[in-house]
């Protein structure tokens, strides 16, 4: 793996993130993931290369707001919105980042953590296989984003609900 930092996000590094991990389209994304940590309702773990941001998820500490997860699994924690920069993909980077999430849900007493893949996206389900994620429940996930224009928009793709035990 290349030697990556994975520390929670700070306010200085929302420009760095939105330099270096655009979302187009969606262009509050970072600043958002970082007002929810501010609420202390999830953490947005940033992993950070020679300095500069090349991969971040988020811990939902209240647990994934999809109904059809919810049903079976309350508010078990949820690492949801892996990403790492393109050429990088492959190296581990992703890995780290969930391992640390689990490292947070332990370290607060939790026994499981559960994350979501879309249906479209066998390179994540391969990865979360390897490390232990055991489907639970099918469900559609629904999430929305504010556009350049400040309008909310909404998405909804098919996904498989995942959970690891943590030991």
């Not at 389209?25 to 290369?49: C, K, M, N, S």
């Not at 988020?58 to 309350?74: I, K, N, T, Y």
């Not at 996904?159 to 943590?166: E, I, K, S, W």
Request: glycine letters at 12%; hydrophobic letters at 35%.
């Amino acid at each position: 793996m290349d030697h990556v930092e994975i520390r929670p996000c700070r306010a200085e590094d929302i420009a760095p993130l939105d330099r270096h991990l655009p979302t187009p389209g969606a262009p509050t994304r970072h600043a958002d993931r970082f007002a929810r940590q501010e609420t202390g309702h999830g953490t947005y773990l940033i992993a950070w290369r020679d300095g500069i941001p090349v991969g971040n998820g988020q811990v939902r500490w209240d647990g994934c707001a999809a109904p059809e997860v919810r049903a079976v699994l309350d508010d078990c924690p949820e690492f949801n919105g892996l990403d790492v920069v393109a050429g990088l993909r492959g190296r581990g980077i992703g890995t780290a980042l969930v391992r640390a999430a689990e490292e947070l849900a332990r370290a607060r007493g939790g026994a499981v953590l559960g994350l979501g893949v879309g249906h479209d996206n066998p390179r994540a389900a391969a990865l979360y296989a390897r490390l232990g994620y055991e489907p639970v429940t099918e469900y559609t996930d629904r999430w929305s984003f504010t556009d350049p224009e400040g309008r909310t928009r909404t998405q909804a793709d098919a996904a498989t609900f995942l959970v690891r035990t943590l030991g």
